[in-house]
C-alpha cells in the first residue's frame, strides 16, 4: 500500500521550481503581447516607447483594461498557485484554474505534483497534463509552429508537462517511452530551451543506440 504524501512531502513539492517556469515573467510577456497587438509603431524608437512604458514602474496601470478570455485567466490563476506559501492554497488555486479551462496544462500538473501518491499515479497524471496541452493547441497550431515552440508562450505549460513527464519515465526506467517524448520536444524546438538533449544523450548510451548517439552529438 503506497502512503499518501506528508504535509511536508506537499510543501516541497508545491514549492518546486521547474527550469525555464517564471509565472510572474510569462504573465507579463502575455500582457505586453496583447497591449501591443493591433498597434502599428512608425519607427523603432516608437517602440521602444511603448515597451518602456509597458515594462515601468506604471505598467500595472496599463495592462488593467486588457481582455483576457478564460483560459488566459485561468493561467494567470495557477502562476499564482505555483508561488503559493502552502499546498492548501495551491490546490485550491489549481482548481479555480480548471473550473475556467479544463485543459489549463499547468494546473493539472501542479494538482499531479501535490496529491499523487506513486510513480503511476504521477506518470497518470501527467500524461493527462500532456494529452490536454496537445488538445488545447491543436494539431493545426502544433504542425505550423513546429521548429520554433518555446517562443511562443501559449506552448510552455504543454512543453514543460512533456519534459516533467519524461524526467519521471526515465527515474522509472521506461526508457523507450522517455526518449520518444524528449524526441519529440526537440523535433518541435531544436533550440532546445529546456536542455532534454543532455537526458536523451544519456538514454542512447544506456540503451546501446551508438547511431542515434553520434547523430545527437553532430546535431
Not at 493561467?75 to 490546490?91: G, S, Y
Amino acid at each position: 500500500m503506497t502512503k499518501k504524501p506528508t504535509k511536508s512531502t506537499s510543501r516541497k513539492i508545491a514549492s518546486k521550481k521547474t527550469p525555464g517556469r517564471k509565472p510572474s515573467t510569462e504573465s507579463t510577456m502575455r500582457n505586453i503581447q496583447k497591449a501591443l497587438e493591433g498597434k502599428n509603431f512608425g519607427t523603432l524608437e516608437d517602440l521602444n516607447k511603448a515597451l518602456a512604458r509597458l515594462s515601468g514602474p506604471r505598467s500595472l496601470n496599463a495592462f488593467e483594461n486588457l481582455e483576457l478570455t478564460p483560459k488566459e485567466k485561468a493561467q494567470d490563476i495557477v502562476f499564482d498557485a505555483m508561488e503559493a506559501d502552502t499546498p492548501a492554497q495551491a490546490r485550491k488555486l489549481a482548481k479555480r484554474a480548471l473550473a475556467l479551462d479544463p485543459d489549463c496544462v499547468d494546473a493539472i500538473t501542479l494538482l499531479t505534483q501535490l496529491d499523487a501518491r506513486s510513480p503511476r499515479e504521477a506518470i497518470e497524471g501527467l500524461q493527462k497534463a500532456v494529452e490536454a496541452g496537445e488538445r488545447s493547441l491543436g494539431a493545426d497550431f502544433i504542425r505550423e509552429n513546429k521548429g520554433h515552440f518555446w517562443l511562443i508562450l501559449e506552448t510552455r505549460p504543454w512543453m514543460r508537462a512533456m519534459g516533467e513527464l519524461a524526467d519521471l519515465l526515465r527515474s522509472q526506467e521506461k526508457f523507450d517511452d522517455a526518449i520518444r517524448i524528449y524526441e519529440r520536444m526537440l523535433d518541435l524546438n531544436p533550440n532546445d530551451n529546456q536542455g532534454v538533449r543532455d537526458p536523451l544523450l544519456g538514454l542512447y548510451l544506456t540503451i546501446g543506440d551508438q547511431p542515434a548517439a553520434a547523430k545527437l552529438i553532430k546535431k
